[in-house]
């Protein structure tokens, strides 16, 4: 069975983050869409509200399964027996990152796999920071949000 674990904050999930598990499925049986639960980073959603979104906008693929985990990502795919790790390359700046990521993972995780999707033209532009920046100024963000998000602009204007 190939599970990959496509590990994130997706806070919140963005259109980029639905179209690389879409052109991911027929690559793996299972994709654990995880949220990594890091207690030094804040997040703008909560944990559970972040989870909800994923759960409805992959309500439909029953291979696609949503989780979260706390500490290691390479000690959360060996606990539920994942060899891939899936991960988006927007630009240059992803590459150099995660390419040190992978490495290490690779070591850790007693040798996972990442396996990278370059971005579509369309969606290498958007990211949930710049989301959250749109959201947070008073914009509208739903053109880079899953029709199954509706975010209401009630949002606190820092
Ligand atoms: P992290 O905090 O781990 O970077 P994100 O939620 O920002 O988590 O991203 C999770 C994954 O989704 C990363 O591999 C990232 O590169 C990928 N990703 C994010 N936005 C896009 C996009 N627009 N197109 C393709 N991949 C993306």
Redesign the pocket.
Known sequence: MKIAVF?????PI?V??V??VKRALPLFDEIVVAV?VNSTKKTLFTLDQRLEWIRQVFASYPSVRVDFFQNLTAHYCQRIGARFLL????NGS?FDYEKTISQLNHIVGGGIETVFLI?QPE??H???TIVREIMVGGGDATPFLPAEIHISPELPKG
């Open positions: 590990p994130g904050s997706f806070d963005t980029g983050h179209d690389m990594g991960r988006g390359l927007r992803d971005a969606f290498s958007i990211s949930s």
